[in-house]
């Protein structure tokens, strides 16, 4: 009977201390934590510390597989706070508390041919209303954002652009 309890305490140690396989997702991370403090650099309109998050060799898709770098988003967002005011990203059920935005961290590891990677997603509503025609646009957005080397490499964004490039288009051009 003692040599069962030392096999199944043996057992129950060595198979506490071994290191996580396979995906792990968390929520308060480094990363998470890094997403959460750029939306609020996006919300704020620093375009340079958005900017130092960035790889010099970011690649965005947005709604496409034609990408557009950092020099056209920031350029973008400039021209969105030109646009829009009250700028808001919330994530909340029907009457339930305001999350701010749903972030977390995704490690993959190497699997069939393919390097281990980390990305992390977010889900929000994203709002604002525009300065130039006083509508209010609201719109579901998910991004995904993929890191190498601490900086993000890749960024994905997913949602229907059409009521924010209308807001966008009456910006009058110089």
Not at 64 to 85: K, L, N, P
Not at 117 to 127: I, K, L, N, V
Request: with cysteine; hydrophobic share 40%.
């Amino acid at each position: 009977m003692k040599k069962i309890i030392l096999i199944f305490l043996t057992a129950l140690f060595v198979g506490c201390d071994t290191a996580p396989t396979g995906v792990q997702v968390t929520f308060d991370d480094e990363k998470s934590n890094a997403i959460r403090a750029h939306y609020q650099n996006y919300l704020n309109n620093n375009v340079e510390a958005l900017q130092s998050l960035w790889s010099p060799d970011l690649n965005i898709y947005i709604n496409s597989t034609e990408a557009a770098g950092v020099d056209d988003i920031s350029t973008a967002i400039t021209a969105q706070h030109m646009v829009f005011e009250n700028i808001k990203m919330s994530f909340a059920e029907d009457g339930g508390e305001d999350l701010g935005v749903w972030v977390q961290t995704i490690n993959y590891p190497a699997n069939n041919g393919y390097e281990a990677s980390t990305h992390t997603q977010t889900w929000f509503t994203w709002s604002g209303t525009s300065k130039i025609s006083g509508n209010e646009v609201v719109t579901p957005v998910f991004i995904g954002f993929q890191w190498e080397d601490g900086k993000i490499i890749n960024e994905w964004h997913h949602y229907d652009p059409t009521n924010m490039n209308a807001e966008m288009a009456l910006l009058p051009t110089e």
